[in-house]
């Protein structure tokens, strides 16, 4: 049976995990010390997801680019193609924190919000 080795990281205590599965799913998760830490080596050897970070150009801004994020994560396999989906976008100023920049990237139902807010020039 398969094993994958895992460092927990859901809290700051960073269990070292190991993990039995198959093709059916999980068998044993063992070196977790919460149950966090078995739900997060179910999530990651079964279907791992990333929160994308990022930068956007801003036109006419105070600062010439914006941070970004995922609003969730997104499965692991989709983070090149979103990469490459924000590669194109360019947002005019005032951005604000929370503002959507990019609704349902890689077609997730995700959006790509703002990390902070840029002012427009004056």
Excluded: H
Excluded at 42 to 69: C, H, Q
Aim: net charge positive; charged share 25%.
């Amino acid at each position: 049976m398969p094993t994958k080795e895992l460092t927990c990281i859901n809290c700051p205590m960073g269990c070292l995990l190991s993990v039995e599965f198959d093709e059916t799913g999980i068998k044993k998760v063992t070196g977790n010390q919460c149950k966090r830490g078995e739900l997060y080596a179910a999530k990651e050897v079964i279907t791992p997801k990333r929160i994308v970070t990022s930068i956007v150009p801003v036109l006419n801004g105070v600062e010439d680019m914006v941070s970004v994020k995922t609003a969730i994560d997104i499965p692991k396999e989709l983070i090149k193609q979103c990469v490459i989906e924000l590669k194109n976008i360019k947002v005019e100023a005032p951005v604000e924190i929370g503002q959507v920049i990019l609704e349902n990237v890689c077609g997730t139902n995700v959006c790509v919000i703002a990390t902070k807010s840029v002012e427009r020039k004056k």
